[in-house]
C-alpha cells in the first residue's frame, strides 16, 4: 500500500507537466506568462496541435514555442517556413517566425516574425509561409510560433523547404546576395 502510495504521489507532477512536442521548447521575452502545450484532437485535422495561451489580461512580453537546427543544406538557398495557425481573442498579435543567426548572440542574418503582417482578433486555420535567404555564414536557423499578449494561438504542421530564388522573401534582413551554386548564363543570352 505505502508503494503505491509514493509511486502515484511522484508521478502526480509529470502529468501536470505541459507536454510539448519532440525537439520544440518554450522561449520568449516573458513565457511564463503563458501556457503553451501540446494538445490532442486540437490540431488542424484533429490530431494533436500546440496551444498558446496567455495566462494574464495584460502581458508585456512574448510566449513562443521554438527549435533551432544547423541549417545544412540550406546554406546558400533560399527557404520557405510555413504552418497552420488559427486564433482566438488574440487582443495585440500573433504569428509563426523564422530567424537565421550566425552566432545565437549577434543580430540575425535574416529574420520575420510577422508583426508588420500580424494575425489579430479570431481566425480559422490558415496557412502562412515565411521566405527567408540562408546565407553561407548562417549557424542556426531558428522556427516557431509567437503570441504577443492576451488569446490563444494554435499552429499545427510547420514544414521547411527550399524554394527558388525568384520567391520573393519576407520580413527584415532578407536583403542578402546569394552566390549562384554554378556558372549559369555563360553565353551572355
Do not use: H
Amino acid at each position: 500500500m505505502f508503494r503505491v502510495v509514493l509511486i502515484c504521489f511522484i508521478g502526480l507532477p509529470l502529468f501536470m507537466q505541459a507536454q510539448l512536442p519532440t525537439g520544440w521548447y518554450p522561449a520568449g521575452s516573458n513565457w511564463k506568462n503563458y501556457s503553451i502545450d501540446l494538445r490532442a484532437k486540437e490540431g488542424r485535422k484533429g490530431g494533436a496541435g500546440v496551444r498558446l495561451e496567455c495566462l494574464r489580461d495584460t502581458a508585456n512580453g512574448y510566449g513562443s514555442l521554438m527549435q533551432d537546427f544547423l541549417p545544412g543544406d540550406y546554406l546558400g538557398k533560399r527557404i520557405r517556413v510555413s504552418a497552420w495557425a488559427k486564433t482566438k481573442e488574440v487582443e495585440q498579435w500573433a504569428g509563426i517566425w523564422v530567424q537565421v543567426a550566425k552566432e545565437t548572440d549577434e543580430k540575425p542574418l535574416c529574420f520575420d516574425n510577422m508583426a508588420d503582417r500580424p494575425i489579430s482578433g479570431a481566425t480559422e486555420w490558415t496557412l502562412y509561409e515565411l521566405v527567408v535567404d540562408v546565407p553561407w555564414e548562417a549557424k542556426l536557423i531558428l522556427i516557431g510560433g509567437i503570441l504577443n499578449g492576451p488569446g490563444i494561438l494554435w499552429i499545427d504542421d510547420f514544414s521547411v523547404e527550399v524554394v527558388d530564388r525568384t520567391t520573393p522573401t519576407t520580413g527584415r534582413g532578407n536583403n542578402y546576395f546569394l552566390p549562384l551554386a554554378k556558372p549559369t548564363n555563360l553565353s551572355l543570352e
